[in-house]
């Protein structure tokens, strides 16, 4: 069985163009999302000072996480610009971003500060983030100092939001590729050796089941996903302690994405015979050797 799945790739240059003038029209940054909701590009770069208050407290950037993420998939069930408040009550939108009728990624515009005037949106806003371990009286004056955007204003931004995505599309800056399953995994396996991933971050990432991954990893790598990474794990991990010997073998195990010391010694003996110091000794024995 060859598991395939499409993914889509973006001309960034052309389209972070595209967002830098409906920043200078709007005033309002905009963002790309690829269709796995992560963020390729936008213009500001960086996000507005408001934001970027919220997200120096880690609970604050979880919610800002999950608060695009659930946007999204509002937006590509509607198959239309969804507006929304986000968590910290600042006004956004999303468009999808739809070619020959599959979702490839989407257009997103914020934060806005949609409210009558500044004193209510204050209140609102304070009620929304009191929990945050931030300075609330930093926030205070960031919000006094944003402009405030009718919703009607916000609606048409929107629109040409949308129209970009049309063009997006018409233009073929965006397209489809075929790629084998099998290849983006190891690609993420390999790209994130060092984290703590694991079968059910893998499955959450490519939105596939525990079993249909484990079938994919049997029938291409010969064993569970599990082992295949701590295969790649320790084959990392013996090509370190030759290549750098001045690396002590603790050092290598966290490099190798173990976080456990006396697991890594116990699972490099089981896989090799020897432990990690006895490995290197005898690698750097036979180069002595040959030379």
């Excluded at 509607?78 to 739809?98: D, M, N, W």
């Excluded at 009191?130 to 006094?144: A, G, Q």
């Excluded at 490099?255 to 290197?280: H, W």
Aim: proline fraction near 3%; charge should be positive; include cysteine.
């Amino acid at each position: 069985m060859k598991s395939t799945t499409m993914i889509s790739e973006f001309n960034l240059v052309e389209i972070k163009s595209w967002l830098k003038d409906f920043f200078v029209l709007t005033k309002i940054r905009a963002v790309v999302f690829n269709d796995r909701f992560r963020e390729l590009g936008s213009y500001p770069e960086e996000h507005a000072p408001l934001c970027r208050l919220m997200r120096s407290d880690p609970e604050a950037l979880k919610q800002c996480t999950a608060c695009d993420r659930e946007a999204c998939v509002t937006a590509k069930s509607r198959r239309s610009i969804y507006i929304y408040k986000c968590h910290a009550g600042l006004t956004e939108a999303i468009v999808p971003i739809v070619f020959n009728n599959i979702h490839t990624g989407y257009l997103f515009l914020g934060q806005i500060f949609s409210f009558p005037d500044h004193e209510t949106g204050w209140l609102e806003i304070e009620s929304r983030c009191n929990t945050y371990h931030i300075d609330m009286d930093v926030l205070k004056s960031v919000c006094f100092g944003l402009p405030i955007i009718s919703e009607k204003y916000i609606h048409s931004a929107s629109n040409i939001l949308k129209s970009i995505a049309y063009y997006i599309c018409l233009e073929q800056l965006v397209v489809l590729r075929e790629q084998d399953l099998s290849v983006q995994i190891d690609n993420y396996i390999v790209s994130r050796l060092t984290e703590d991933i694991g079968v059910q971050s893998i499955c959450d990432h490519f939105h596939i089941g525990k079993t249909f991954l484990y079938t994919v990893s049997k029938q291409i790598y010969g064993t569970g996903i599990a082992g295949y990474i701590r295969g790649l794990r320790i084959g990392k991990a013996k090509k370190l302690l030759t290549e750098q010997p001045e690396i002590h073998a603790k050092e290598v195990s966290f490099a190798c994405g173990f976080k456990n010391y006396d697991y890594f010694i116990a699972l490099f003996k089981k896989a090799t015979g020897v432990s990690p110091i006895q490995y290197r000794n005898t690698k750097t024995a036979v180069t002595i050797n040959q030379n």
